[in-house]
């Protein structure tokens, strides 16, 4: 994958608050193409597996708990400069923080139940896109 490509999740907060269809409105509006889509849930082992890069941050088991208590929708989304537009598009991880108008702004309940997932590099993207997808599972 290329800098063409990005990875979200909606996550089980924003999934259970009903905003799978606000989200992905968003992202079309955004301009970005989703080129993968389900709806499905995590377990505690493969929620711990993708996010493994936080495993010795003192939040690894409440963000393994949350990310795995309910239903996900994964995406694989196309759009020049994917990462850093779709970074932008969600604001920062604190809804606090984030820009009016940004998902986690308008979706996010707190820093820990943010709304979404966005990669944070061309090659985080390719990692969480094939962790979730098979290539046969991307039309781009």
């Known amino acids: 994958m290329s800098n063409n490509l990005t990875f979200t999740m909606i996550k089980p907060g924003a999934v259970k608050n009903g905003h799978i269809g606000n ?3 968003k ?4 301009g970005f193409k989703i080129v993968a889509l389900k709806y499905t849930k995590l ?6 597996e993708f996010y493994a890069v936080h495993k010795e941050r003192p939040f690894y088991g ?6 795995s ?19 932008k598009l ?3 991880t ?8 940004t998902i986690r702004a308008l979706y996010a309940t707190s820093i820990g139940e943010n709304a979404v997932h966005g ?11 094939n962790f979730h997808f098979a290539s046969t599972d991307m039309f781009a």
Do not use: C, Y
């Not at 409440?62 to 990310?67: D, I, P, S």
């Not at 990669?119 to 896109?129: H, L, P, T, V």
């Open 43 to 48: 377990s505690a082992e493969k929620a711990g």
């Open 119 to 129: 990669s944070d590099s061309d090659d985080n993207a390719n990692i969480e896109a």
């Open 94 to 101: 604190n809804p606090a923080d984030a820009d009016a108008g």
């Open 27 to 30: 992202i079309n509006e955004g």
């Open 69 to 87: 208590s309910g239903p996900i929708v994964a995406a694989v989304l196309q759009k020049e400069n994917a990462v850093e537009d779709f970074r």
């Open 23 to 25: 989200i992905l409105a």
């Open 90 to 92: 969600i604001g920062a």
């Open 62 to 67: 409440e963000l393994v708990e949350f990310m």
